[in-house]
């Protein structure tokens, strides 16, 4: 055999390879990054509180509430209040104010944060857990307790997959609105250099762990799942209380203004009188409700000045 030919005996079957292999890369890259779900207007403020059992340390990750915060961020569904260490150093923040040592003017002081109207606590669920419907009742959170706990729930370094929990509390009722659960496992990593630009924004959030791991990545794909859930059903009862509002009707109980916009240094739309009839559209945001009146005029009131229709 010339030399020539055996060069080509060599070369053709690696360039197939090399082919497929190419192939192979670019179907991977093909596929779709996450997307993390998105909402048209935000539903309320939102607190993000990490369980008692702190399950993550027994993986070496950090805490779930700041993967669930970028969650939360992004899909522009709430706004997010910092109860963690933003908190802290507000604080710390009042407490120089309250010894003197800010300047004049400096406008730190009380009745100035805002109100949480959710809280959200992310957790992990255990393996004798029942995953179908809504009966989660072996939930880790505060059941097992300790990081000795957290070994036996659903996260398996082994076969590299996580059962995870996202709860969503009424501040105000504390009714759980909802609970979703959450799976993800190793083979679902797959996205390309999408994937590297999706868990990016986690390392400079502080999550780095569940950027730079494998594990730490399986467990973000898990809550990503219950987050999307979530929101999913959140949207579904907002759409339902909206046209709950829309056909009952309130009355001013109290004397008030109608603003342009839910705050009460917007501009002012109208005077309102005790008795006068408005009809909620079923947007919200805090206390403030979105209504109109007979007249056909729209504008944001305070909901502690009127009562429900006879």
Not at 53 to 65: G, I, R, T
Not at 111 to 129: C, E, F, H, I, R
């Amino acid at each position: 055999m010339l030399p020539h030919q055996r060069l080509k005996n060599v070369v053709l079957p690696w360039l197939a390879l090399s082919s497929l292999g190419a192939t192979l890369t670019a179907w991977a890259a093909d596929q779709p990054p996450p997307q993390i779900p998105t909402c048209d207007k935000r539903i309320g403020t939102l607190a993000v509180t990490e369980p008692e059992n702190k399950w993550w340390l027994a993986y070496n990750l950090e805490s779930p509430e700041a993967l669930i915060k970028v969650f939360v961020s992004q899909s522009k569904c709430f706004t997010l209040l910092d109860r963690g260490k933003g908190l802290a150093a507000a604080q710390q923040e009042r407490a120089l104010a309250g010894s003197g040592e800010m300047r004049g003017g400096s406008n730190v002081g009380k009745g100035q944060m805002k109100a949480a109207d959710y809280v959200l606590v992310p957790d992990v669920v255990t393996k004798n857990s029942n995953s179908g419907g809504r009966n989660l009742g072996g939930l880790v959170g505060g059941l097992l307790g300790g990081v000795a706990g957290a070994v036996v729930g659903g996260i398996s370094l082994k076969s590299k997959t996580a059962d995870v929990v996202l709860t969503l509390t009424d501040v105000r009722s504390t009714e759980q609105l909802a609970m979703q659960q959450g799976h993800s496992k190793k083979t679902d990593l797959g996205w390309g250099a999408g994937g590297g630009a999706f868990f990016g924004g986690f390392a400079a959030a502080g999550a780095s762990s569940y950027a730079n791991t494998e594990i730490g990545q399986v467990v973000t794909m898990a809550y990503l799942d219950a987050f999307t859930k979530l929101v999913n059903e959140v949207k579904g009862m907002t759409l339902n209380a909206k046209a709950d509002n829309a056909t009952q009707s309130v009355t001013m109980a109290k004397p008030g203004k109608m603003y342009e916009a839910a705050n009460i240094k917007s501009k002012k739309v109208r005077d309102l009188d005790p008795g006068m009839t408005l009809y909620p559209s079923g947007e919200k945001d805090g206390l403030w409700w979105k209504v109109s009146d007979e007249l056909g005029n729209e504008g944001w009131v305070p909901s502690t000045l009127f009562q429900l229709a006879k």
